[in-house]
């Protein structure tokens, strides 16, 4: 086969071509209403997730409607990692949807709370705006997501995110039905789709929708193993954003230990010294005395801070960018694993030792250790195989209810841990050296600047004082 032939096959069948392929399309037949229609690519969720990105890029809200729940796991896989959080991903049953939408809300926060150079892109900058614009709905939507119960979310949530996907039993439940570009993924148009001329689009030939996940009342070990399901998927996401945080945080504290944490002990031990100094000349000075063990509290407080960031340096790679494919992987892994889904104490111990290998190999880039997980992982649960015969039984169900109320529970305990990490000292910092060093200004730098000036005056201090 020729060269040029070979190239323009690859061409061809690549998802993002094709995505940009269709939006050009859709642009180039705005007056006209009609639906276009476009053959089944040979990468189909790999191409809706790439027309999700682009819609993204070219500032279009997006609506994507599959048959059933069915395609979700994968298409929610395959969207671009640095721009998930917009995207809103529900199942159709109502106790799934509400999972996957706090998930998402709380992925969301925690991304506009970082502010990565992934999050600059003109999509974020919209993000961000629209946000600004539904302040109230926001904020409403974010305490929802906090209460970590059952109830109902505030019901125009959905118009928070620029791109939603979602099958056809669910779309009628959805209030923000509309948006600029609607793609029909295998699926007719339901009857209340109001969609804009020339703006929807239809691909592939329609399947018949096997009720995917619709559940009878009584049907509570399917319900366990869908909220099992979707819990799993949405605490992978969340995993791999805590262990990111954690990550760059960690790296952020062995520069600030090497450059201010150091001089800072060295500042406040010459201050105390200082402080000691002049107590001992005024004995009966209670004032002086005072402010002396306060600053002996705070040199020693300094000192174990320092003691810390030393020895969480020491332990941490020096280097932290991952890239999508090391990301892809750890949530694989999380998704996989996760010591919430054990059957026993035994595979809970096993699963917790793999997931800390994992959470390691991530933070130091380690692609082959990553492997290395998977691959024990492939092993051990081949051997440990569950008994199809106990399905349904009375212990199934109840060990379907306890890995369920583990998944809620580490749900919450992520949540609370990024608050926790978005509410430090530290992060503050280190968000406000990001921000300066987008200024050109190297904020630590004149920190260490100042705590220098401060240390040589205290040394003059204690050399007038000693002469």
């Known amino acids: 086969m020729p060269a040029a032939s070979t190239a323009c096959d690859l061409d061809r069948d690549d998802p993002a071509r094709i995505a940009e392929r269709w939006l050009a399309g859709l642009a180039a037949s705005s007056l006209v209403a009609v639906l276009r229609d476009e053959e089944l690519p040979r990468q189909p969720i790999a191409t809706l997730a790439a027309f999700a990105t682009v819609a993204l890029q070219a500032g279009r809200t997006l609506l994507i409607l599959v048959p059933d729940d069915d395609p979700l796991p994968e298409l929610s896989n395959a969207l671009d990692i640095a721009l998930r959080p917009l995207c809103l991903v529900l199942p159709a049953a109502d106790f799934a949807a509400r999972i996957a939408l706090r998930a998402t809300l709380s992925l969301l926060g925690s991304r506009l709370a970082r502010d990565t150079e992934a999050t600059q892109g003109a999509a974020w900058v919209r993000q961000r705006q629209h946000i600004a614009d539904h302040a109230e709905l926001w904020q409403q939507a974010r305490a929802w997501a906090a209460q970590n119960d059952r109830s109902d979310c505030p019901v125009p949530v959905a118009k928070l995110f620029p791109v939603r996907i979602l099958p056809l039993g669910a779309f009628r439940s959805l209030q923000q039905q509309a948006a600029d570009i609607t793609l029909l993924y295998r699926c007719h148009a339901p009857a209340e789709l109001v969609a804009p001329s020339g703006r929807m689009l239809r691909v592939g030939q329609c399947a018949e929708a096997r009720g995917g996940h619709a559940l009878a009342a009584n049907d509570e070990t399917a319900r366990l193993i869908l909220e099992r399901e979707q819990l799993t998927r949405d605490i992978g996401d969340l995993e791999l954003e805590l262990a990111t945080v954690q990550a760059e945080v960690a790296e952020f504290m062995r520069y ?45 407080q300094s000192a174990r801070e320092t003691d810390r960031f030393a020895e969480a340096a020491a332990e941490e790679a020096p280097v932290f960018r991952p890239g999508n494919d090391i990301k892809r ?36 880039g380690d692609v082959g250790a990553l492997h290395e997980v998977a691959a024990l992982w492939a092993e051990g649960n081949a051997a440990t195989a569950p008994d199809p015969s106990a399905a349904g039984s009375v212990r199934h169900v109840a060990l379907l209810g306890q890995q369920v109320a583990c998944l809620r529970v580490r749900l919450g305990e992520i949540e609370r841990e990024l608050h926790r990490l978005f509410g430090s000292r530290l992060y503050e910092l280190f968000i406000a050296n990001r921000q300066a060093q987008r200024q050109g200004r190297d904020l630590l730098g004149e920190m260490a600047a100042q705590l220098d000036a401060s240390i040589a005056e205290l040394k003059r201090s204690c050399g007038a004082g000693a002469a």
């Open 256 to 300: 600030y230990y090497e450059r201010v944490g150091q001089r800072m002990a060295q500042r406040d031990a010459l201050q105390a010294r200082l402080a000691a100094e002049e107590a001992a000349r005024a004995p009966q000075d209670i004032g002086i005395g005072a402010a002396a063990r306060q600053w002996q509290q705070q040199a020693e």
């Open 329 to 364: 992987l750890f949530r694989q892994i999380a998704q996989q694993i996760h010591p919430d889904r054990a059957g026993d104490e035994a595979d809970r111990a096993w699963r917790t030792r793999l997931m800390s290998e994992a959470n390691r190999a991530y933070r130091h």
